[in-house]
C-alpha cells in the first residue's frame, strides 16, 4: 500500500510542481501588486504634502505680516495717549498752534 508506481511519483512531482510554480506567481502577483499600491499613495501623499507645506509657508508669511501690522497699530494707539504727541499732530495736519507759540514757517522747494 505504501508503494508508488514510478507513474504515479512522476504525476504527483509533476502536479507538486505546477502548484509551485502557481503559488509563486500568486505570491509575486500580490506583491508586485501591493508594491504597486503603496507607491502609488507614497508619491500621491508626497505631492499632497508639498502643497501643504507651501500653504502653510504662506500663511505663516501672512500671519507674521498681520502680526508686524498689529504691533505697529498698537504702538500707534499707545502713542496717542501722549499729549505731546496730540500737539505734534495738531500743528502738522491742522496748523494747529497752542496760544503764545508762533509758527516759523520756511519756504519749500518743489
Known amino acids: 500500500m505504501g508503494r ?8 504527483y512531482i ?6 509551485t510554480k502557481r503559488r509563486k506567481f500568486i505570491w509575486l502577483f500580490s506583491v508586485v501588486l501591493f508594491l504597486g499600491w503603496a507607491g502609488y499613495t507614497f508619491f500621491t501623499q508626497s505631492a499632497l504634502i508639498a502643497d501643504k507645506k507651501e500653504e ?5 508669511e501672512t500671519n507674521e505680516n498681520i ?4 504691533l505697529q497699530l498698537k504702538y500707534e494707539v ?5 499729549n505731546e504727541y496730540i500737539g505734534q499732530l ?5 496748523n494747529i498752534y497752542p496760544e503764545g507759540e508762533t ?3 520756511t519756504e519749500q522747494s518743489e
Do not use: H, M, T, V
Request: net charge positive; charged share 35%; hydrophobic share 30%.
Open 4 to 11: 508508488f508506481s514510478a507513474e504515479e511519483k512522476n504525476n
Open 14 to 19: 509533476k502536479s507538486s510542481a505546477a502548484g
Open 56 to 60: 502653510l509657508a504662506k500663511k505663516q
Open 67 to 70: 502680526s508686524k501690522s498689529l
Open 78 to 82: 499707545s502713542r496717542l495717549n501722549d
Open 90 to 94: 495738531a500743528r502738522k495736519w491742522y
Open 103 to 105: 509758527p516759523i514757517r
